[in-house]
């Protein structure tokens, strides 16, 4: 009967450890693009509505980053 017991409070333990674990959710989204440089003020002006619009409505969080190299012609 012990044995049955403690048989049953351990798999309840290892049970709730792992649903636990599976209780934190995050996505991280990467995405990449390629802007032609006359096109780069309309891309930044439509990001900054984009941010604005999600920032007011309590969207998620973003983080943007840019890297500017020359692509050989």
Do not use: C
Not at 1 to 20: D, E, I, P, Q, Y
Not at 35 to 46: L, M, S, T
């Amino acid at each position: 009967m012990k044995r049955k017991a403690l048989g049953t409070v351990v798999a309840a333990v290892l049970l709730s450890a792992l649903a636990f674990g599976q209780a934190a959710e995050q996505y991280l989204d990467v995405y990449i693009t390629q802007v032609k440089p006359e096109k780069r003020a309309d891309f930044d002006a439509i990001g900054k509505r984009i941010v604005a619009s999600n920032r007011q409505n309590k969207g998620d969080t973003w983080i943007a980053m840019a890297h500017a190299t020359a692509t050989p012609r």
